[in-house]
């Protein structure tokens, strides 16, 4: 590296990241830096498609650079981005995932399986590689809520191929069963059937594994955080104290089982629910509060025809609001992982 490529990296060292407050430098987000003439050129490499943060980077940059390096006065900045990988999952599941998350809740009916759908939607529109697991099995919305229907997966080498919509990669017991028949499992069949949703299915590379979970503490949550290296998992509420209540217990159920809480979003949030439940119980536990989602009748009517709002109006303020708590699961995934030793170095991410 020439004199002037060391001292243009000295300087970026100073410039951080906003959210995992260390230098971009040490991170390893700065990549193939050449300079040409009075032009600084390089790659920042960021740790979610979704980051919202490139202007605050390019501001950064060019603060720490601009009359700071002799003889450089414009920057051409290129972007990427990898998801860091997880290494409580690298190794121990065949599916390629850099990551594994959760969405739970205390109580059926808060929307849980809408905001899983619009989460994965906002985040393969991102760019990311998601794939999405309806986690109740017994009563699996997935194949409707994303416009799937009821088709049968293809079978390739023993292996089912997953349905895709709206970029992101789905599964569910709906797609091997017809609606007027129940899923009646006791719990070692229902793990089992949990199990092979992920071992029995050709992901993949995938950023983000999202699991939709039946509400509640019992047996399907039970096992996929006892069986599977979490990276975390998001808390969706109502903002109703009785919603509110229950999904407390959910947190504590969590905790108790040291997977790490996300943050909690507030869906259906209004003057026909109330406001506020679940940012009150996010500062009560003192994780993160990702985001509110306005009551809005288009949100139903989505998820009835299996448009995501989040793709089919996003400029909706619901569908804006699915974006902004996307991007902020993303950072808060990012977090999560960069801040314990269970994650592998951006480095040597393929």
């Known amino acids: 590296m020439s004199d002037i490529q060391n001292q243009i990296m000295t300087a970026l060292s100073t410039v951080i990241e906003p959210e995992l407050h260390r230098d971009i430098v040490s991170l390893n987000m700065v990549r193939d830096l050449s300079v040409e003439g009075a032009t600084a050129r390089f790659t920042i490499v960021l740790t979610t498609p979704a980051c919202p943060l490139k202007s605050v980077f390019e501001e950064r940059c060019s603060a720490a650079l601009i009359g700071k390096v002799p003889g450089i006065d414009r920057l051409d900045i290129r972007w990427d981005a990898q998801v860091p990988t997880d290494r409580k999952i690298h190794g121990r599941l065949d599916v390629p995932m850099r990551s594994l998350v959760a969405v739970a809740s205390g109580k059926g009916g808060v929307g849980k399986s809408t905001v899983s759908?619009?989460?994965?939607?906002?985040?393969?529109?991102?760019?990311?590689?998601?794939?999405?697991?309806?986690?109740?099995?017994?009563?699996?919305?997935?194949?409707?809520?994303?416009?799937?229907?009821?088709?049968?997966?293809?079978?390739?080498?023993?292996?089912?191929?997953?349905?895709?919509?709206?970029g992101f990669k789905v599964m569910s017991t709906g797609f091997l069963t017809t609606p007027d028949k129940p899923m009646i499992l006791r719990g070692p069949m229902l793990h089992s059937a949990i199990r092979q949703l992920f071992t029995d299915v050709?992901?993949?590379?995938?950023?983000?594994?999202?699991?939709?979970?039946?509400?509640?503490?019992?047996?399907?949550?039970?096992?996929?955080?006892?069986?599977?290296?979490?990276?975390?998992?998001?808390?969706?509420?109502?903002?109703?104290?009785?919603?509110?209540?229950?999904?407390?217990?959910?947190?504590?159920?969590?905790?108790?089982?040291?997977?790490?809480?996300?943050?909690?979003?507030?869906?259906?949030?209004?003057?026909?629910?109330?406001?506020?439940?679940?940012?009150?119980?996010?500062?009560?536990?003192?994780?993160?509060?990702?985001?509110?989602?306005?009551?809005?009748?288009?949100?139903?009517?989505?998820?009835?025809?299996?448009?995501?709002?989040?793709?089919?109006?996003?400029?909706?303020?619901?569908?804006?609001?699915?974006?902004?708590?996307?991007?902020?699961?993303?950072?808060?995934i990012s977090v999560v992982m960069l801040q314990t030793a269970d994650v592998i170095p951006l480095n040597v991410i393929g």
């Open 117 to 166: 759908t619009n989460l994965a939607a906002a985040l393969a529109e991102a760019g990311a590689r998601v794939g999405l697991i309806d986690g109740d099995i017994l009563n699996p919305n997935l194949p409707q809520m994303t416009g799937l229907g009821y088709g049968r997966p293809q079978v390739v080498n023993n292996k089912m191929i997953p349905m895709e919509a709206y």
């Open 202 to 332: 050709e992901w993949g590379q995938l950023d983000y594994m999202i699991v939709d979970l039946p509400p509640g503490t019992g047996d399907a949550p039970l096992s996929l955080a006892q069986s599977f290296p979490l990276t975390g998992v998001i808390i969706v509420t109502q903002p109703q104290e009785v919603a509110v209540s229950d999904a407390l217990r959910s947190c504590a159920m969590f905790d108790t089982l040291n997977v790490p809480v996300l943050g909690i979003v507030e869906n259906m949030s209004g003057d026909f629910f109330g406001e506020g439940g679940g940012e009150r119980l996010a500062k009560e536990r003192g994780v993160p509060f990702l985001g509110r989602i306005p009551l809005d009748a288009e949100v139903r009517i989505g998820g009835d025809y299996g448009r995501p709002i989040v793709v089919t109006q996003p400029d909706n303020p619901a569908g804006q609001a699915f974006q902004a708590m996307a991007r902020t699961v993303a950072a808060r």
